[in-house]
């Protein structure tokens, strides 16, 4: 799960990260009383979506006076903001951040993130601040610095020592980096957080360091003991469907594709789509309806999967281990005809109650087709969508 920038730093201010005076701001009139409570000459006016890139897409304005802030404010909300990370539909601005102005003297990059290849968090950092990390990592590695932090001691002072080298932090900055860098991981950790990128981290002209974005993401499997985090969700900036599947327990993320999937089991999902792939096929979605889905959610998933336009074909294929096939085919039966399913459904199953499942799908009286294996429902589906 993502916040937004106006709430990520209200977030870590409370752990004791510096970061700039600010107030959100859902319609003109907020974002001019918010400016009028800043002590700054300088005022900047953020669009707030989930999305990099607002900056040079026209979503970041630093004005100088409360006529300036109205005008930009009018300007954005309700705007569609294209950037490199919303794809061509873009996102629609519904509010705003109104910050104090910064004096600037460096820009660097700043990030912690979960290694999950050695489970331990990584601190990345750079002395190329507002830049995309990728575009650095690809034209200047050697400005990159990457450390790895074991869970059982935290940061410790050699780690502050090299970030503050690579930064080029000195003096009384240099100092500021332990308490800012201490703080910054107990949020992480605290927060049950899988991100936090400051980008830009700026250090101004008084030499002080100071988070001037932020972005946070976390791991949604911790949701359930923080509260706090979860009240910040945006639903308007997640995928409609994506929403609707949370709310029945599926675990659905949308693709570019045009052949449905519904799987059980994460791993077996990833392969399902491997092999559409492999085929020649094209995987419109991840879906997992889990080990223990009851005939009303495989309907749900199935209305999921074909509010996708671009869906052609579904291909359903269920190992029932804990989940029994009957089960499934039996929500699938209902599904197709609730739905009035006329594109192309392929069926695999296998495992508990098999026999039966198939029975169920056979003595249907619909189009369904039956598959062995992994193998021949991908070349079934993939035959079927394109008309073979």
Not at 361 to 379: E, K, M, R, V, Y
């Amino acid at each position: 799960m993502n916040i937004h920038e106006h709430q990520a730093k209200a977030l870590l201010a409370e752990y004791g990260v510096k970061v700039p005076d600010g107030y959100p701001a859902f319609s003109v009139e907020e974002a001019v009383e918010a400016a009028g409570k800043l002590n700054s000459n300088v005022k900047v006016v953020k669009a707030q979506i989930h999305a990099g890139g607002r900056g040079k897409a026209g979503g970041v304005k630093v004005v100088k006076t409360i006529d300036e802030v109205r005008s930009e404010a009018k300007d954005m909300l309700g705007k569609t903001l294209i950037t490199h990370q919303t794809g061509p539909a873009g996102k629609e601005v519904k509010r705003l951040f109104i910050e104090e102005g910064c004096d600037i003297d460096r820009e660097l990059y700043f990030s912690m993130l979960i290694d999950r290849a050695t489970s331990q968090v990584s601190i990345i950092c750079s002395t190329e601040g507002g830049m995309d990390i990728e575009a650095v990592a690809a034209k200047t590695p050697d400005k990159i610095l990457t450390l790895s932090i074991k869970p059982s001691t935290g940061v410790k002072a050699h780690h502050i020592r090299r970030i503050a080298k690579a930064l080029r932090l000195t003096g009384d900055t240099a100092k500021q980096a332990v308490p800012f860098i201490n703080n910054l991981y107990n949020a992480f950790c605290s927060k049950d957080a899988s991100l936090i990128e400051i980008n830009p981290l700026v250090v101004n002209t008084d030499g002080d360091l100071l988070a001037l974005d932020a972005k946070m993401g976390f791991d949604d499997n911790a949701l359930f003991r923080q509260k706090e985090v979860l009240s910040l969700r945006d639903l308007s900036e997640e995928d409609p469907a994506e929403v609707k599947a949370s709310e029945y327990d599926l675990n659905y993320i949308k693709l570019d594709g045009n052949i449905g999937c519904m799987v059980n089991g994460a791993g077996l999902a990833m392969a399902t789509m491997d092999i559409i792939q492999l085929e020649g096929g094209s995987p419109a979605n991840f879906l997992d309806v889990g080990g223990s889905a009851t005939a009303e959610r495989v309907t749900e998933a199935f209305k999921i999967i074909l509010s996708d336009s671009n869906v052609e074909g579904i291909l359903v294929n269920i190992f029932g281990g804990i989940m029994r096939c009957d089960v499934i085919a039996t929500g699938v039966v209902q599904a197709a005809r609730a739905l009035g399913l006329k594109k192309p459904l392929v069926v695999r199953l296998e495992g508990t109650n098999v026999e039966a499942g198939k029975d169920i799908l056979s003595s249907s009286g619909l189009a369904i087709i039956p598959a062995d294996n992994l193998a021949d429902a991908a070349t079934k589906i993939v035959a079927a969508v394109k008309g073979n």
